[in-house]
């Protein structure tokens, strides 16, 4: 059975494929599902024999256990070498200091989450290098940049299969694929490029934890003894941790520093969807999609714990394209009613925006529009069961 989703405009819809989550026998297991979706979305097609085939993932930040499992990734891989190409799993380094700030620190994070050869039969590369200057420079034509900053083993690989686990972000409001290639494929340079908002505190709800000063990478924020926090506009990146880990909700974006709020956040996601652009721009039809919608958390998985999600679990979905598959994950969970007991301070209702209910002053789908604009994709698809 499909359904095509009806708010697009014109245009040919994309096939996303989807399987939900009900199982009473091993034929309907998460891992069958994935390795149906594999052949479903035809990505066999897309790996060249012998190809170097990235299988990109996020790790996990130490303290997180809602990435997505390296279960999923050893069928996946084992799919591709079905395929004829020759599969590694990747990841770049963070911006921030956490655990995957340098190659080294990042492995370690990934065994302790799972990856090894031994679970996943292949080889985990950390794409840009030991501390993220294995940099190639993609020339684009975007609104923001004219090149971007991509990781080295992104570039090379011959294609791409990539893994991401659907939830909120507390900049882009949702994290899907699109986020994943932005973040995911960029440099730490790459990751600054697409960061430059500026954040501040209001002191009158501050309680001077010192939370914000104990995340930020750059110690830009600053709590003194006795004093509410203060962030170095000079010194501060625009990484958000302080945003996510302040839990009185005492960091706001600096909009003085930044003009208008959308526009700032709409500057912030055109600049991240430049980028995603970018890592995949020299791949056509060689790059294949799958996102989990479950454990659909109010944060990324760069943030060092889970939170309760916000919906029920959803399903596994895989497509060709990115702006496709991401649209159709954030309609699935915003059809869903979400949970009271979670970070959700609104928008509880079915049909409401969920992204929006835990982080108000986000755009998230501003991605949409950006990423068609670049010709990434379409918004217009056809939801196929599986
Ligand atoms: S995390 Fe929030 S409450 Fe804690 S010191 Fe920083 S701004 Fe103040
Ligand atoms: S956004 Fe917050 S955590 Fe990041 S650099 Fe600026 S002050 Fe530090």
């Not at 309760?308 to 309609?331: E, N, R, W």
């Not at 301070?345 to 068609?372: I, L, P, R, Y």
């Amino acid at each position: 059975m499909s359904v095509q989703n009806q708010d697009a405009k014109s245009g040919e819809a994309a096939k996303v494929y989807f399987a939900d989550l009900r199982a009473r026998n091993h034929h309907d297991s998460k891992m069958s599902k994935v390795a149906r979706l594999f052949d479903a979305a035809g990505f066999a097609g897309l790996i060249r024999k012998n190809g170097l085939i990235a299988v990109k993932m996020h790790f996990g930040e130490r303290g997180n256990d809602t990435f997505t499992s390296p279960v999923f990734a050893r069928v996946v891989v084992d799919k591709i070498r079905e395929a004829g190409g020759r599969p590694f799993l990747t990841d770049t380094n963070t911006l921030y200091s956490g655990s995957r700030h340098n190659a080294i620190d990042h492995l370690l994070t990934a065994y302790e989450h799972g990856f090894s050869f031994a679970t996943v039969n292949a080889p985990i590369i950390i794409a840009d290098g030991l501390r993220s200057n294995a940099c190639g420079e993609v020339p684009i034509e975007g609104k923001h940049f004219k090149s971007v900053k991509i990781a080295q083993g992104i570039l090379e690989a011959s294609g791409m299969i990539v893994l991401s686990h659907f939830k909120g972000h507390e900049m882009a409001g949702f994290g899907g694929a699109i986020k994943n290639l932005a973040m995911g494929c960029a440099t730490a340079a790459g990751k600054k490029d697409q960061h430059s908002i500026r954040f501040t505190v209001d002191e009158g709800k501050c309680v001077s934890c010192g939370e914000c000063q104990r995340v930020c990478p750059v110690g830009a924020a600053i709590v003194r003894r006795g004093e509410k926090a203060k962030i170095n506009a000079e010194r501060c990146i625009g990484c958000g941790e302080c945003v996510t880990v302040c839990r009185v909700k005492a960091v706001d974006i600096d909009w003085t520093s930044c003009g208008s709020g959308e526009k700032a956040m709409h500057d912030f996601t055109e600049r991240m969807v430049e980028y995603a652009h970018g890592a995949v721009v020299g791949k056509k039809d060689r790059v294949g999609y799958i996102n989990f919608l479950m454990n659909i958390t109010p944060d990324c998985d760069c943030v060092p714990w889970s939170d309760a999600p916000m919906v029920p679990d959803i399903g596994i979905l895989a497509s060709h394209d990115p702006v496709a598959l991401d649209k159709a994950c954030f309609d699935l969970v915003n059809q869903q009613a979400g949970f009271h007991s979670s970070h959700l301070s609104c928008n509880c209702e079915a049909g409401k925006d969920k992204f929006k209910g835990v982080w108000s002053h986000t755009t998230g789908e501003h991605q949409f529009t950006a990423a068609v604009n670049l010709g990434m994709g379409t918004t217009h698809y056809e939801l196929v069961n599986i």
